[in-house]
C-alpha cells in the first residue's frame, strides 16, 4: 500500500491568507473586496501529488447568480492516517508552524463493497485558500466514517468569480450545491458543515437558511460581524513583523494607505463595491436563528479575530456549544487536528442522539462552555 508523506514548514499565512497584500493596489477596499491571490496550504504541488494517489472525485455545481462552484468529494475509507503537528513562532512573527499528514489507501481487492457513508461533511475554507487546503480535516473525516465534500467559494481557487458577500452571498452557492449533489448522490445521509474563518462565517448563514437539511455545524474562529472583524483585523495585520525586503515594501505601502484613507473611508469603498453594509453582515444573529447544533471553537491567543468574537457568538444561542483553546492563534487553530480532532468526530457522532438538546463537547484538555 502506498503511503504518502504531506508536509508544510513556515506556512504563516495558512488557512486565513489575508497576509498578502500588493503593491499595485490603490486601495485597501480591494483587499476586501475581492481575494487578489491565494495562500496554499502547502505548495501546490505536494497538494496535486497527494490528490493523484488519493482517490476523489469532483467537478462544477451551480451556484448562486450562475457562479460556477468546484467541489472534491473524499470516500470514507480507512486511510491510516497520521498527522503531527510541531508549534513555531508566534501569530505576531508570522505565526509559522510544521505538521505532517501520513495516510495510505487500503487497496480494492474481492469486490467488497464500501459501507455507506454516516452521513456528508461539506468543507468550507478561509480567505484566499481553497478546498483543497482543507485536505488533512477532509481525511480527518473520511477515516471516521463520512463523505467528505471540500467546496472552492466563489471568487477563489477554480470556482468563478461573483460579488463577495462575507458569508451571506456564498451560503446561496453552498446551498445550491449541496442540493445539487443531493439529487446527483454525492450528498448521501446527514449533512454537516465545518468552516474555518470566512468559511465558518459561511457555514452559520447556511445553517441559518437550510434550517433542518442540516444536522450540525462547526465554526472554527468565526467574526461575530464582518464589519467588526475588519475593523478588528485590519490594523492587526498591518502590525506584523516583515520576513522580508518584498514583504517589508508592499507591508510599507498597505500601511502608508492607510494613514491616507483610514478605517471608515476603507470600510465605506468596499461597501459601495459589494453593495453591502457589511456592519449589518451579523453572523451572531444569524446564528441565533439557526436550528442545527453549533459548535464554536475560537484560539484563546486569536488577534486577527480577537477571541471576543467567538464568545459573542456562543452567546448568541442555546444551540451552541463554545471551546475556546488557549495558547492558539487564528493561523495554529486548525492545524490542531492532533487536538481537535478527536473532539469533532465525537461531537458530530453525539448529534444523532441529542434528542432535546445539543451535546457537549468531551474535550478536556480544552476550556468548554
Not at 502506498?2 to 486565513?16: G, K
Request: hydrophobic share 40%; aromatic share 6%.
Amino acid at each position: 500500500m502506498p503511503r504518502l508523506l504531506l508536509t508544510a514548514l513556515a506556512v504563516a499565512a495558512l488557512w486565513l491568507g489575508g497576509q498578502a497584500w500588493s503593491s499595485t493596489s490603490s486601495s485597501l477596499s480591494e483587499h476586501i473586496t475581492a481575494p487578489g491571490g491565494t495562500s496554499p496550504l502547502v505548495p501546490q504541488e505536494r497538494i496535486d501529488l497527494a490528490l493523484s494517489r488519493l482517490p476523489n472525485r469532483s467537478g462544477y455545481a451551480q451556484g448562486a447568480d450562475g457562479v460556477p462552484i468546484f467541489w472534491r468529494a473524499i470516500d470514507p475509507r480507512d486511510y491510516r492516517t497520521r498527522y503531527t503537528y510541531q508549534p513555531s513562532h508566534t501569530e505576531s512573527s508570522g505565526g509559522h508552524g510544521d505538521f505532517a499528514l501520513y495516510f495510505s489507501v487500503p487497496p480494492q481487492t474481492g469486490g467488497i463493497a464500501q459501507k455507506p457513508p454516516r452521513g456528508t461533511v461539506v468543507l468550507l475554507h478561509g480567505w484566499m485558500m481553497d478546498g483543497d487546503a482543507m485536505l488533512p480535516w477532509a481525511l480527518q473525516f473520511a477515516n471516521a466514517g463520512y463523505r467528505s465534500i471540500s467546496l472552492d467559494l466563489r471568487n477563489h481557487g477554480r470556482s468563478g468569480k461573483g460579488l463577495s458577500g462575507y458569508g451571506l452571498r456564498e451560503a446561496d452557492d453552498v446551498g445550491d450545491v449541496i442540493r445539487e449533489l443531493r439529487a446527483q448522490g454525492e450528498v448521501q445521509g446527514p449533512v454537516y458543515l465545518f468552516g474555518v474563518s470566512y468559511g465558518a462565517a459561511t457555514a452559520l448563514f447556511t445553517a441559518r437558511e437550510m434550517g433542518n437539511d442540516i444536522a450540525g455545524v462547526v465554526a472554527m474562529e468565526s467574526f461575530a460581524n464582518a464589519g467588526r472583524g475588519i475593523r478588528d483585523m485590519l490594523p492587526h495585520m498591518l502590525s506584523l513583523q516583515a520576513h522580508d525586503l518584498k514583504d517589508e515594501a508592499t507591508l510599507g505601502v498597505a500601511r502608508l494607505l492607510y494613514r491616507q484613507q483610514g478605517m471608515d473611508e476603507v470600510m465605506a469603498q468596499a461597501d459601495r463595491q459589494l453593495g453591502l453594509d457589511l456592519d449589518r453582515v451579523d453572523v451572531a444573529a444569524a446564528l441565533a436563528k439557526t436550528r442545527a447544533c453549533v459548535l464554536l471553537v475560537h484560539g484563546g491567543a486569536d488577534e486577527h479575530i480577537p477571541v471576543e468574537h467567538g464568545r459573542e457568538l456562543a452567546d448568541a444561542s442555546p444551540r451552541a456549544r463554545y471551546l475556546e483553546v488557549a495558547g492558539e492563534n487564528h493561523i495554529s487553530l486548525p492545524m490542531r487536528i492532533d487536538e481537535l480532532g478527536g473532539t469533532v468526530d465525537g461531537w458530530f457522532a453525539a448529534l444523532p442522539r441529542a434528542k432535546t438538546s445539543c451535546p457537549n463537547p468531551q474535550a478536556p484538555l480544552l476550556a468548554a462552555r
